[in-house]
T-cell receptor
């Protein structure tokens, strides 16, 4: 039973354009959501997070949107840069513990 | 501020053997979690330690065990290795729910 789903295994965008990565979840107990970026041969690197009491959080080029009624969140990267090319993981946690439940990831390729 | 470091980076073991993976937490972090990432999958939660006590466990058999030491470093032990245990093992330390910091991982291959 996959509680966090990233339905797009890959995404390709042109440099300078917007990248939109999507994530859906099924567990209503999740109240904190995070995005991680992972390069090959490295561990995941934290990007941005959002609490369920908010619907948007912005940090520089990265913005995360949360739609609780749809159990959907998205990560917007604008403008996209070639260095953004990596696998992006959506993760969720519940107040009861700090355990992170991850999606399978989306490979983003930003073409120069 | 030192980050999360894991050792070794790569390891090859034979089916049935035992393995110990090590993790040094980020300075000041009292919570450490271990994750298993199989090829093409997201990281799967194995267990978490908070101040040397196990604080939650994922859907992994008892042959996966761990320890956290007073300096908050940690070990992951896997007994009776199986071929399916081949994966990237990630350690993450945290102080609060804002973020977990991951190490570079240990790539375990069981042959």
């Amino acid at each position: 039973d996959q509680q966090v789903k990233q339905n797009s295994p890959s995404l390709s965008v042109q440099e300078g354009r917007i990248s939109i990565l999507n994530c859906d979840y099924t567990n209503s107990m999740f109240d904190y959501f995070l995005w991680y970026k992972k390069y090959p041969a490295e561990g995941p690197t934290f990007l941005i997070s959002i609490s369920s009491i908010k619907d948007k959080n912005e940090d520089g080029r990265f913005t995360v949107f949360l739609n609780k009624s749809a159990k959907h969140l998205s990560l917007h990267i604008v403008p996209s840069q070639p260095g953004d090319s990596a696998v992006y993981f959506c993760a969720a946690s519940a107040s009861s513990n700090y355990k992170l439940t991850f999606g399978k990831g989306t490979l983003l390729t930003v073409n120069p | 501020e030192t980050g999360v470091t894991q050792s070794p980076t790569h390891l090859i073991k034979t089916r049935g053997q035992q393995v110990t993976l090590r993790c040094s937490s980020q300075s000041g972090h009292n919570t450490v979690s271990w994750y298993q990432q199989a090829l093409g999958q997201g990281p799967q939660f194995i267990f978490q330690y908070y101040r040397e006590e196990e604080n939650g466990r994922g859907n992994f058999p008892p042959r996966f065990s761990g320890l956290q030491f007073p300096n908050y470093s940690s070990e992951l032990n896997v007994n009776a290795l199986e071929l399916d245990d081949s994966a990237l093992y990630l350690c993450a330390s945290s102080l609060d729910r804002v973020r977990a910091f991951f190490g570079q991982g240990t790539r375990l291959t069981v042959v």
